[in-house]
């Protein structure tokens, strides 16, 4: 009788174990569907960060699309295109503790893009953009990074209600330089750009439309030098010896035909800012400087290297100030 019991037992325990494995096939079957399923949706459906991957010159490229809690699909709204410094990649300025471009996101109800440069690895790490004369392996190959942008924003306009009087362009670097280009090359879509400590090394220049600009630069950088040249930190062969500050200033006053003096909009222990208006079409070009800091962002915190980013401005703030006095 004890083993009849037994054997039922058994048998009804190896019935459970069956059963319980099967089910927890079916939910693991459900969510690798689930997976794929979210894998292969481009529609970018709601709130929070998106990552998408499109084939642009028969290379595999990556962009991170973060849309803010408020955002409304009734309302046109304005985007930003934020790149990453050379060697960096879309992740690391997507950081909110390094450079706080989320948290002015959600703040200001702005889309912003982090698109990742060219990188020869697998996961996009050690990237780098072709802004003309700099940088990396990204120039050395001719990457079309301008029309990469391009079929990015041509895809997040499908889905998103942009506003097109209100798309800019940002970057730190390398990214700074690549907003340069992208300001020469697609005036017709970026109202206005803002670089730091990343100067204009295009080829050429010559925009159809005017596009407000904005300069952010260490003194005492010791990458991208303030009065031009690449500094003792980087390996020449990768880059360039980049344009000076003030030169790129110059050239963007003169292509924006504005007043060549200069009013001073800030002053203040350790930065300065000085602004440049009268310009055609209602441009602006502004230049900030900060005493220290090195190559970092002001006001963020530099994710790798020694240099401790000035503190005296905040590089993020300032940009989204001048984004929006540049589309009124």
Known sequence: MHKRILALLTCLFVISIVQTSSFASDDRDTLRARLRERGTDKNIRSPGDHVRTLMHEGRKRQYLVHVPQGYNPRRPTPLVVAMHGG??????????TYYGLISKSEESGTIVVFPNGYSQRKTGKLATWNAGECCGAARDEGVDDVGFIRAMLSEVR??????????????????GMMSYRLACEMSDTFRAIAAVAGTDNTHTCKPTHAVSVLHIHALNDTHVLFN?????DVIKSTVTEFTSVPDTISKWVNLNECSSASKRILEKRGAY????????????????VTEDGGHSWPGGVK????ETPSQAISATDTIWAFFERASR
Do not use: F, H, W
Not at 158 to 175: F, H, K
């Open 87 to 96: 060697g960096g990649n879309m992740n690391i300025l997507a950081n909110d």
């Open 158 to 175: 499908a889905q998103l209600n942009i506003d097109p009087e209100r798309i800019y362009a940002t970057g730190m670097s390398n990214g």
């Open 228 to 232: 031009g040249g690449a500094g003792p």
């Open 273 to 288: 800012c000085d602004l440049y208006a009268s310009c055609q079409d209602r441009s602006k070009v502004q230049l900030c």
């Open 303 to 306: 994710p790798r290297g020694d």
